[in-house]
């Protein structure tokens, strides 16, 4: 007998990231799927479950359900080799040594001062003692963490939260060009238009559920 | 051994000491002098009924009541390190913790003690086996609590800072590596300042109480070296079993950092 011929390819590639069911005992049921280079924009009041939902996909909470990176489950990938893949900024950044160059792998430093220059932070503040640094400073620093290791996908916690309109104009640069490359980012702002910008879907989250923004 | 004994009569002179720190108090009112006064009886009352138990042990001279009492300041030990951290464990895991920390470094120094340095017939005798088990369990005790409090206030302290390295792929041991050298750190200082001080600072209590009670100097000293290393080798290993297993509480097989694991 002949075995059945296999099915033939999808036509479409899998979403970038996939989640189905995404739940806590604290927030969610979440579903929402992303394709390549799609953003997801996600407003709401303090408290209504924002981070927590960051943190569900980022799998540093305990939670429920189906995550997936391009088709791939996340439970197939170690912890570490999947947050590595799908990093995550906090709003409030941690530092865990004294200097700022410190939190870079040396391969990554040459990259991170590019993009510190873009981002228009002084080229010796990569040197210098992370004490030394606004709460400006340490958010785009904290974000450069996280843009050089060229994930696949980003989420981001306010990461314009702390900044003036100048320097928010000058990251949404750079995150509008790794959208265009590809990555898939989910954010959390508190300003609508950001969103906008970003040519991104919007959602509202309400006791801890998405909404799609009116 | 010429032993000068002492009567009641001598402790009550040295007594008139700790009236003194009391009068001190109320003089300066430092308001000490009830919690002075209390300890000191505290102390008094603990000493003489454990001389009564010792006493009553020595004269059993069975293996079931020397483990008894092993056992029972074993427990006392593991439920002071349980206790003393700010910031606790929900439920039994740290007793659990505390518990595995004093059974390990006790069993292994005292057993290995026993078993090569001094080797008493038998080896049940409660001379040997209770009062090694005693001095021992005061490092297991402070190396293990400190490392204990240390481990579990950093880790709360350095939530972010931890939680920013996992977030962009670390793995937890790479994470909590800083906070676990810290807090054995910070367990075997008291035993490595002990160690340093013995002799040139401080004449240990061992060695004063040996020499006291007529032991020759050299005799007294060889004792004491030997105390030492056990008191220096139950420090770590009760330091390492409450830090790395506190540790393995405190995540989870998703490398999470779990402090709802303690209480609020």
């Known amino acids: ?214 | 051994m010429n032993a000068i004994s002492l009567s009641p009569f001598d402790l009550a002179i040295a007594a008139g000491l700790v009236a003194f720190d009391a009068l001190l108090s109320v003089l300066l009112r430092l308001r000490l002098h009830r919690q002075i006064l209390i300890a000191a009886a505290r102390m008094v009352v603990q000493l003489v009924a454990i001389g009564f138990i010792l006493r009553l042990v020595f004269s059993a001279a069975h293996p079931v009541a020397t483990l008894a009492i092993i056992l029972v300041m074993s427990a006392i030990a593991a439920r002071e390190i349980a206790a003393r951290p700010e910031r606790k464990f929900k439920g039994f895991t740290g007793l659990a913790l505390s518990g595995t920390g004093v059974a390990i470094a006790t069993v292994v120094t005292v057993g290995l003690a026993l078993t090569t340095a001094i080797r008493p017939h038998p080896w049940y005798d409660a001379r040997y086996a209770v009062s090694l088990v005693g001095i021992i369990l005061g490092s297991v005790l402070n190396a293990g609590s400190i490392a204990f409090d240390s481990l579990l206030g950093g880790v709360a302290r350095q939530r972010g800072a931890i939680e920013a390295q996992l977030a962009l792929g670390a793995t937890f041991d790479e994470a909590v590596s800083p906070l676990r050298r810290e807090a054995i750190r910070r367990g075997l200082l008291p035993v490595i300042n002990q160690m340093s001080a013995a002799g040139v600072i401080t004449l240990p209590g061992i060695m004063t109480g040996q020499i006291l009670a007529g032991l020759d100097p050299m005799e007294a000293v060889k004792y004491q070296i030997l105390l030492m290393f056990l008191l220096s080798g139950g420090s770590g290993l009760s330091a390492f079993v409450v830090v790395f297993g506190g540790l393995r509480r405190l995540t989870d097989e998703r490398q999470r950092l779990r402090l709802d694991r303690l209480r609020d």
């Not at chain 1, 939902?53 to 939670?63: I, Q, S």
Request: charged residues 25%.
């Open chain 1, 1 to 214: 007998m002949a075995e059945p011929a296999p099915p033939p390819a999808p036509e479409t590639p899998p979403p970038r990231l996939t989640l189905r069911d995404l739940q806590s005992p604290l927030a969610g049921p979440f579903t929402l799927e992303l394709p390549r280079g799609g953003c997801a924009a996600v407003s709401g009041q303090s408290g209504s479950g924002k981070s927590l939902f960051l943190r569900m996909v980022a799998d540093l909470d305990p939670n429920t359900g189906e995550v997936r990176l391009d088709g791939a489950p996340r439970a197939g990938l170690a912890a570490p080799a999947w947050r590595r893949r799908v990093p995550y900024v906090a709003a409030d950044s941690g530092w865990w040594r004294d200097r700022v160059a410190e939190h870079f792998a040396p391969d990554q430093l040459a990259r991170a001062r590019e993009l510190a220059a873009r981002l228009a932070l002084a080229p010796d503040l990569i040197e210098g003692p992370v004490q030394r640094l606004s709460t400006g400073e340490r958010q785009r620093l904290a974000v450069i963490r996280a843009l050089v290791l060229d994930s696949p996908a980003l989420l981001l916690d306010e990461p314009t939260g702390a900044l003036d309109p100048d320097s928010t104009a000058k990251m949404e640069a750079i995150l509008k060009e790794r959208l265009a490359a590809g990555t898939t980012i989910i954010l959390v702002t508190h300003d609508p238009a950001q969103g906008e910008r970003l040519g991104a879907r919007r959602f509202v989250m309400r006791d801890r559920r998405l909404e799609p923004a009116a």
